[in-house]
């Protein structure tokens, strides 16, 4: 059974950074197609970026270029480094791991003006 849990969120003012965790087990990173998404108060779930482990990364348009995903095989753990943080960011943010369709249980990110 695959399990996602995140970590790393937290209160930040606008224009600083962060970087988010997304630790798995039961999986393993290197076959396997994981994803971060984040869910601000009253929106839908927003799609933010794709990895292919050992192919390709995708991102949305509202964070490329801002947003780095990451991988550390070794440590079966996924990143998302954030900077230039806008006060839009604010969410929380959500891995998922698409093989299996298991989500972590979310890390909030807050960005004060």
């Known amino acids: 059974q695959v399990q996602l849990v995140e970590s790393g969120g937290g209160l930040v003012q606008a224009g600083e950074s962060l970087t988010l965790s997304c630790a798995a087990s039961g999986t393993a990173f290197s076959t396997t197609t994981m994803g971060w998404y984040r869910q601000a108060p009253g929106k839908q779930r927003e799609w933010l970026a794709t990895i292919i482990v050992g192919r390709d990364t995708n991102y949305a348009d509202s964070v490329k270029g801002r947003f780095t995903l990451s991988i550390d095989s070794a440590r079966n753990t996924m990143y998302l480094q954030m900077s230039h943080l806008k006060p839009e960011d604010t969410a929380v943010y959500y891995c998922?791991?698409?093989?299996?369709?298991?989500w972590g249980q979310g890390t909030q990110v807050t960005v004060s003006s």
């Open positions: 998922k791991n698409f093989r299996s369709g298991a």
